[in-house]
């Protein structure tokens, strides 16, 4: 006669009391049903925790692709204004102040300092004199853009002063080299130097300060 | 009888050894007609299952033990464990005239007491003792040495049991459902037997009452060993009653006139486990 009963509900085996090597164990059907219930916990909380991770990576790359539009639109925008730049003319704007240095600086660097410097030179050596001094007033360059801006025709440009200082061996010496500069030349001073000193053109005793107004010679 | 355990296989030796360790084999250790705790009786099973491991290193298992190596005795009156193994005793010491101190030293005393079954086997100490050294020298685990019969007593009486309480065995006048039930397993020249009776049946019966008592259930009263013709049973009729269960002979050992006192195969199959419900 067959038992209706399943196997775990059947009495305990009293015949497994005969067993000299000490009773088996038989995992009983409770084990068994929480060790389903354990690996179906274990498998839920593993495809949780997949998803939570897909999840992440998912937010992490719309993340990255948000990152990467906004820095592309940024390099549009600056693209962009780049090209209406060009388009406008791609030249800074100045204002008058800007200008205005700007033109002095290009009045700087454009005055003929060569042409100077060697008319200078040349005159003081058929003058005889030994040059000690020469400078350029830069505020009289400078402000020489005001007049050159508002004067017209034939005689304008910049009113320069050019400042220089020699010594001399007698006055006919000094005044010859004041001839030799140029008529726009003038003497501002004359006096003995206080230790004279002897040159291969002589004994030089004066010291003569010139200025001379005028752009390039 | 073949065994599967030399059919040729072309598993690799790992794999082997893995379903080794998986899969539990059952295999009932026979044994020659000899005194009880005979040392030279005791030398040869514990040969034959040195042999078996050497042929089945790290396997897994199951041990039936003949009935020739046990020795088993019904205690129904017993309560307890100490009680059972007390009365064991005493009847072991009666009727084989064995020594009480040499049964507690030499012998593995195992009571069972449970409701419907209270008895005692003993096996030598030094079978068990040397199937286990012999089974741990080659990496196999022993998860269970048993009588063979352990496992289809506990079948027929709970049976028995059932088909007692069913609607249909109400009338305690059956005189079938009253006297004694009786079932025996056989093997080469030996035989087990077991008797069990309804005390309820049996009181009911007895005492003529019309309605019927409630039922308890089979309680094993009796078992004996002998060989199949002896007469030493409590009624003739039992050594006529088809055995539960019969071992075949054992097979000769190969390449040898000697018996293989371990059976292993498809008559041992089931025999050491729940029968499925």
Same mark, same amino acid.
């Given at each position: 006669?067959?038992?209706?009963?399943?196997?775990?509900?059947?009495?305990?085996?009293?015949? +497994?009391?005969? *067993?000299?090597?000490?009773?088996?164990?038989?995992?009983?059907?409770?084990?068994?049903?929480?060790?389903?219930?354990?690996?179906?916990?274990?498998?839920?909380?593993?495809?949780?925790?997949?998803?939570?991770?897909?999840?992440?990576?998912?937010?992490?790359?719309?993340?990255?692709?948000?990152?990467?539009?906004?820095?592309?639109?940024?390099?549009?925008?600056?693209?962009?204004?780049?090209?209406?730049?060009?388009?406008?003319?791609?030249?800074?704007?100045?204002?008058?102040?800007?200008?205005?240095?700007?033109?002095?600086?290009?009045?700087?660097?454009?005055?003929?300092?060569?042409?100077?410097?060697?008319?200078?030179?040349?005159?003081?050596?058929?003058? /005889?004199?030994?040059?000690? $001094?020469?400078?350029?007033?830069? &505020?009289?360059? /400078?402000?020489?853009?005001?007049?050159?801006?508002?004067?017209?025709?034939?005689?304008?440009?910049?009113?320069?002063?050019?400042?220089?200082?020699?010594?001399?061996?007698?006055?006919?010496?000094?005044?010859?080299?004041?001839?030799?500069?140029?008529?726009?030349?003038?003497? #501002?001073?004359?006096?003995?130097?206080?230790?004279?000193?002897?040159?291969?053109?002589?004994? =030089?005793?004066?010291?003569?300060?010139?200025?001379?107004?005028?752009?390039?010679? | 009888?073949?065994?599967?355990?030399?059919?040729?296989?072309?598993?690799?030796?790992?794999?082997?050894?893995?379903?080794?360790?998986?899969?539990?084999?059952?295999?009932?250790?026979?044994?020659?007609?000899?005194?009880?705790?005979?040392?030279?009786?005791?030398?040869?099973?514990?040969?034959?299952?040195?042999?078996?491991?050497?042929?089945?290193?790290?396997?897994?298992?199951?041990?039936?033990?003949?009935?020739?190596?046990?020795?088993?005795?019904?205690?129904?009156?017993?309560?307890?464990?100490?009680?059972?193994?007390?009365?064991?005793?005493?009847?072991?010491? =009666?009727?084989?005239?064995?020594?009480?101190?040499?049964?507690?030293?030499?012998?593995?005393? $195992? !009571?069972?007491? &449970?409701?419907?079954?209270?008895?005692?086997?003993?096996?030598?100490?030094?079978?068990?003792?040397?199937?286990?050294?012999?089974?741990? +020298?080659?990496?196999?685990?022993?998860?269970?040495?048993?009588?063979?019969?352990?496992?289809?007593?506990?079948?027929?009486?709970?049976?028995?049991?059932?088909?007692?309480?069913?609607?249909?065995?109400?009338?305690?006048?059956?005189?079938? &459902?009253?006297?004694?039930?009786?079932?025996?397993?056989?093997?080469?020249?030996?035989?087990?037997?077991?008797?069990?009776? *309804?005390?309820?049946?049996?009181?009911?019966?007895?005492?003529?009452?019309?309605?019927?008592?409630?039922?308890?259930?089979?309680?094993?009263?009796?078992?004996?060993?002998?060989?199949?013709?002896?007469?030493?049973?409590?009624?003739?009729?039992?050594?006529?009653?088809?055995?539960?269960?019969?071992?075949?002979?054992?097979?000769? #050992?190969?390449? &040898?006139?000697?018996?293989?006192?371990?059976?292993?195969?498809?008559?041992?199959?089931?025999?050491? *486990?729940?029968? !499925?419900?």
């Amino acid at each position: 006669m067959m038992s209706w009963r399943p196997t775990w509900l059947v009495s305990p085996d009293w015949a +497994e009391g005969l *067993n000299f090597a000490g009773p088996r164990v038989r995992t009983s059907f409770w084990g068994w049903a929480l060790l389903a219930f354990g690996l179906m916990g274990a498998w839920h909380a593993a495809d949780l925790a997949r998803q939570v991770q897909a999840e992440q990576e998912e937010a992490q790359a719309t993340l990255a692709r948000l990152e990467r539009g906004q820095q592309q639109q940024g390099v549009q925008v600056q693209a962009a204004a780049q090209a209406l730049e060009a388009r406008q003319g791609a030249v800074p704007v100045l204002k008058e102040d800007g200008l205005r240095q700007a033109a002095q600086l290009a009045l700087w660097l454009g005055h003929p300092w060569g042409p100077v410097l060697d008319e200078v030179d040349e005159a003081a050596r058929r003058s /005889g004199v030994v040059l000690m $001094q020469f400078s350029l007033d830069l &505020s009289s360059l /400078g402000s020489s853009l005001g007049s050159s801006q508002g004067a017209s025709g034939e005689g304008a440009g910049p009113q320069t002063e050019l400042r220089l200082q020699a010594t001399a061996t007698d006055d006919v010496t000094a005044l010859k080299w004041l001839q030799a500069l140029g008529p726009r030349a003038a003497m #501002r001073s004359r006096e003995p130097l206080s230790e004279p000193y002897s040159a291969p053109s002589g004994q =030089h005793t004066l010291r003569v300060d010139v200025t001379r107004t005028g752009g390039a010679p | 009888m073949t065994s599967d355990v030399d059919t040729p296989s072309r598993q690799p030796a790992w794999l082997q050894r893995l379903l080794g360790r998986w899969q539990v084999r059952s295999a009932v250790l026979m044994a020659p007609a000899h005194a009880p705790g005979d040392a030279e009786a005791i030398d040869a099973g514990v040969q034959a299952l040195s042999q078996w491991a050497q042929a089945h290193p790290g396997a897994s298992l199951e041990l039936g033990l003949s009935s020739r190596w046990l020795l088993c005795a019904a205690t129904p009156d017993a309560t307890t464990a100490e009680q059972a193994l007390q009365l064991a005793v005493q009847q072991w010491v =009666h009727y084989l005239g064995l020594d009480e101190a040499s049964l507690q030293a030499d012998w593995v005393l $195992q !009571p069972v007491v &449970s409701p419907r079954v209270r008895l005692v086997c003993a096996a030598p100490r030094a079978l068990l003792d040397g199937l286990h050294e012999a089974a741990a +020298e080659q990496g196999v685990r022993l998860r269970a040495v048993l009588p063979w019969w352990a496992f289809g007593l506990q079948a027929v009486l709970g049976d028995a049991t059932e088909a007692a309480d069913s609607p249909d065995a109400t009338d305690v006048t059956d005189a079938a &459902s009253v006297g004694p039930l009786s079932w025996c397993w056989d093997e080469p020249g030996w035989r087990t037997c077991v008797q069990a009776v *309804n005390t309820a049946r049996a009181a009911g019966a007895l005492a003529s009452t019309p309605a019927p008592v409630a039922v308890s259930g089979w309680v094993v009263d009796r078992i004996w060993m002998s060989a199949p013709d002896e007469a030493a049973a409590p009624t003739e009729s039992v050594m006529s009653l088809t055995p539960v269960a019969s071992l075949p002979a054992a097979p000769e #050992r190969v390449g &040898s006139q000697a018996a293989s006192w371990l059976l292993e195969g498809d008559a041992v199959a089931g025999l050491l *486990n729940r029968r !499925p419900a």
